[in-house]
Structure formats: C-alpha cells, structure tokens
C-alpha cells in the first residue's frame, strides 16, 4: 500500500481513500496498525478541523431521520458532512447502528456526505479508538462537519462526550413519569436537549415535554465555560424537518462562543491527553493477552489461584514482579 | 510489628487483632502492604471459611435495622458475625456507610460480632482489595458469617457479587412503578429480594410488593446452579424481627445446594481468579502513578500532546515502547 499517495488523495477530499484509510485504522494486524499510525501523523500535519457533533438517543426516537435531515440541510449550505457511530453494542446484536444504509438513502447518494457504519466491536476501548481516528480522518479529509452517532448504552455516551465538542441528546415526546429514565449523568453531558417528533399529533406532548426537560435542565448546575442560557431543550420534527434551523444556529452560536472563551481549544486538548492516557493504560494491558511469556505465566498463576495454591494477591505479586 | 504474634492472636479470634490486622491491609505504605501479604498468605494457610453474604439496599429501606436484627439473631444462635461495607461513594460524601457504629447499638456490643466501617477510599479498585482481604482476615479469625454491605450505587453491586457466596438485595415496600427502578442487572445478581418493613400500614404493600418481585422474577432466566424456586422474594420487618428465621433458612438451603452441586467451590475459584487478574491489572497501571521515570516521561507526553505537538496514539506508542 502506498501510504504518500493515500493521505494525498485522502487530503483532496477523495471518500474512497477515506473509506479505505478507516478500514486501515480499523484492522488489528501490527503491520497496518504500523502503517495507521504513520497516516495519522502524517495527516495531523494538514491542520484542517471540522466541528464535531455527538448525538444519543435510545433506539426508535428518530435518529437516522434526524442525522438525515440535519445532515442533508448542512450538505445544502455548502458544508461537507461526515457520520460515524459508536456502538458497543453491535458486538452482541450482530447488527450495527448505520448498518442499514438504506435508513438515509437520500444522504449516503450525497456526494456532499459521508457514512461509516460501525464495525462490530469487543470492547469499548477499541471502539473508541477506532472512532477518534476516523474522525481525525475525516478532519484531515476536509469535512466540515462531523456526527458522532451513538445509542443510549451505558458508556458510550461518555465516550463520545471525550470525542466532540458538542453533544446533542435526541429524546421523543413523554409523559412526565418518563423523564426520569434519562440518566442524570446524560442529562449532564447534553449541550442541547432536541425532543424530536414535534410534529401531527405527537406536537403538544413534544412542547410539554421541551417544558419538562428545560425545566429538569435549569436545575443543573450552570457550566462556567458556557453562556447563561445553555444547555437548552428545543422541539424538532425530523420528519417535517422543521426546527432543524433553529437548532444549526444555536449550536453555531454556542460553538462561537466557546471559541471566543478559549473553550473549545482548551477541552480538545484536555480530550488529547484523555485518549492519550487511554491508549497507555491500553497498551500496558495488552501485554496481558498477546501471546507470549506473560500471558502464559498468567495463566499458569491464575490456574494455581483457582485450585486454591496460592492466593489471588500473592499470584499477582509474583507476576508483577516478572513483568 | 510482629506478624507471627498477631497472626497468632488474629487465629484465636482476638477482635483486636483483626481490627489491627485490616488496619494493615488498608494501609498504603509499601512495608505495610509487604506485612500484609506476607500476613494473608500465612493465614490462608488455615484453611478457614466463612459464609459471605452481600447485601444492598438503596439508603432508607433499613439496611442499618436489618443488620442489627439479622446478625443478633446469628449470634444468638451461637454462630460468629463480621459486618464489612463497601463504599466507593464515601470519599465524595465525606461520611461512610456503618460510620455510625450506634445505628447498630446492640450488635456493635455483642462480643460474638465484629463491625468495622468502611474506610473513606477513592477508588473502587481499592476498596475491593480492601473488603476482600478484610474478608479473608475475618475467615482465617474464625467467624461464621460475614455480611458484606454496599449502597445501591453504580458499580459497587458487581464488586459484591465478586466477593459473596450469597446475594441479598433489600428493598422497601413500592408502588408498582417502583419496580422498574430496581436496575435489571442487580435483579439478576440477587439471589433473595427481601422487602423491609413488612410491619404495620405498611404491611400489605410490602406483600404486594413481594408478589410484583416474585413476578418479575420469574421472568428472568433460571440459573442451572440453583433450585427451581431461586432467586426468590420474602417480606421481612426488620423492625419487628419477622420473618428473619424464614429468610435464614432459605439461605442455608441454597447454599446447601450449591456446595452439593460443587457450584459453591467453583464459585469461590472463579472469585478468586477473577481478582488476581484485577490485581495484576491495577498491578500494571500502578507504574504509571508512582514516581519515578515513567510517570515523568507520561506526564511530558501528555504535556506535548495537549500542546497539540504530537498525537495522542503516537505519544503513547513512544511511552509503551520505553516502559
């Protein structure tokens, strides 16, 4: 594989270099890993950044209308959109959030846009990292926009919290009972609560809900880094693709802000470090699973603890001390 | 300190050496843990076992009465009780839950019982190692039970889980929408639900709410190595000291069962394998925060890479490839 001409065709905008750069990325053999890391720092280099969206939202509120009629009103202003999802789960289910292409026809044929759907994963950490170097990829590829999907699973919010620098939490109308199964912690990562379907004759329990979680949102503690008014609840209708307007303004107006602040530079570099010491906790560990000398003393240790030889404590001192 | 005197005493069942004895083990001077090892691999060697039960409860459903009642019932029975906590959520608080030693007056005085309140910890991989080895200590000095409380919060069920022979989840009486706030996963963990304060206006709900766990119960998966009757759910006053003898007999015939199917013992070696591989884990990541070579060379890392100098996949490869 030339890598020299991947990242320049990758660098001209070219979607297929794209996609193959994050198949290369996504690969766990150690020559293209090699080769991975050497495209990523050679593509840090360009300096380009889009801004980086995170979206959650349990399954059946609307994602993949949303992503595709947000996504196809930023293509529509000029603006080059990537998609990229975080999904954990898929391991398990055999699926994949955005597997299903055909769930946003119209904004995969966009030549404007770009969709990756998430490989099926063992582990959160490679997921993480997987995703963190496609969007650094799909920056260097001089997208404007980035959409970071994921579903409201455990911790992948906090995954993709470490990953944007916006983070949009999509809900559907509710009874005001239901407004508690939103975790506080979710509640608390959101930028913007969009309470989606505000639209026939869901409309009035859209508003009420907006009420409900603007409300929820004010007794939350106020973040220094943003203007008074934020996080805020607003209606969208992603059917109707009525709201989305709206919404595309008061994230660029919050994005400006942070800018003008020293936020939105400060929290990149504080995600850096963050995955920066992911990835060394990361490493130190995988000296535990790859084949070789410690994973077989481990495991010769492990059978003697569980035959009662030797205590837990004593078996993990002794290998440490070896390692 | 002389180990050989203080195991010695710790054997014959002397209270304050075992209290002196995890005062070592919590310790976090590097003699003090080397003591302490040497100390736990000399008494393992005496073979003793305790019956461990977890038990979580949310605060306010009585978990500090059901102790007291619970455990005067055991020492009434002649039998010898530990009472251990853990809670990773004490460091936040300040406070710790059985801090309070007279919120169990009557069995903080029996001699035939032992309480020690959980030490103000910051994370959850210390105060495991903490209650396991405490547990271990309480075996090798001869109890008969030892009850191992948590709080209802976050991930500290699951370190529990890892540490009992049996699990209790202790519960209030509860509208039926209640029921759904139990989180799934600690249903699944829990070998008896009993609910609390079946006793006076609040009676027939508390039966109710027996008769929606027992329900709910039935809809989850039976586990091979239990009866067919397990997991089940009990009303109990603790407050009155009803139905503790039901619930005690229950749970002497579950683990009657389990030792006969051997799953008891393949439960405890699981257990234990599962922490020494925690402990090589925390092993290895421990060399990244003790002072010394690596965490200065992490610590320049992680400044370039805020800086925006170097990736954060690159630094950590240059870390890994030193360490």
Redesign the interface.
């Known amino acids: 594989m030339d890598l020299t001409d991947l990242a320049s065709r990758l660098a001209s905008g070219d979607r297929r270099a794209l996609a193959r750069a994050i198949t290369l990325v996504e690969s766990r053999r150690a020559d293209h890993r090699e080769a991975a890391?050497a495209l990523?720092?050679d593509l840090?280099r360009n300096g380009r950044e889009a801004l980086r969206i995170g979206l959650s939202g349990t399954p059946g509120v609307g994602k993949s209308t949303f992503i595709e009629s947000f996504g196809l009103r930023l293509t529509g202003q000029g603006l080059k959109v990537a998609v990229l999802a975080v999904d954990p789960s898929s391991a398990r289910s055999g699926g994949s959030i955005l597997g299903d292409k055909t769930r946003m026809e119209r904004l995969s044929r966009d030549p404007q846009a770009f969709i990756r759907p998430s490989p099926s994963q063992t582990h959160l950490g490679g997921v993480a990292?997987r995703t963190?170097?496609a969007v650094?990829l799909c920056e260097a590829a001089g997208f404007d926009v980035i959409l970071i999907e994921t579903v409201g699973v455990g911790q992948s919010e906090t995954v993709v919290a470490q990953l944007c620098d916006l983070f949009l939490l999509l809900l559907a109308p509710a009874g005001g009972?239901e407004l508690q199964g939103v975790k506080r912690g979710i509640m608390e990562m959101a930028d913007l609560i969009l309470v989606n379907k505000a639209d026939g004759d869901l409309k009035p329990a859209a508003l009420r809900t907006v009420a409900d979680y603007a409300g929820a949102l004010r007794l939350l503690r106020r973040r220094p880094q943003d203007p008074e008014d934020f996080p805020k609840a607003m209606p969208v209708s992603a059917l109707e693709e009525q709201g989305l307007a709206d919404a595309w303004t008061e994230m660029q107006a919050l994005v400006a802000w942070r800018r003008e602040t020293g936020h939105f530079a400060r929290r990149r570099?504080?995600q850096?470090?963050h995955?920066?010491?992911e990835?060394?906790?990361e490493?130190?560990?995988a000296?535990?699973s790859r084949p070789g000398p410690a994973r077989e003393r481990?495991a010769r240790?492990?059978a003697a603890?569980?035959?009662?030889e030797i205590?837990?404590?004593?078996?993990?001192?002794e290998?440490?001390t070896t390692?």
Do not use: C, K, N, S
């Open positions: 890391l990523l720092a840090a990292r963190r170097e650094a009972d570099a504080e850096a470090r995955w920066f010491e990835e060394v906790r490493g130190l560990l000296v535990l481990m240790l492990g603890v569980t035959r009662g205590t837990p404590e004593a078996a993990a001192a290998l440490l390692l």
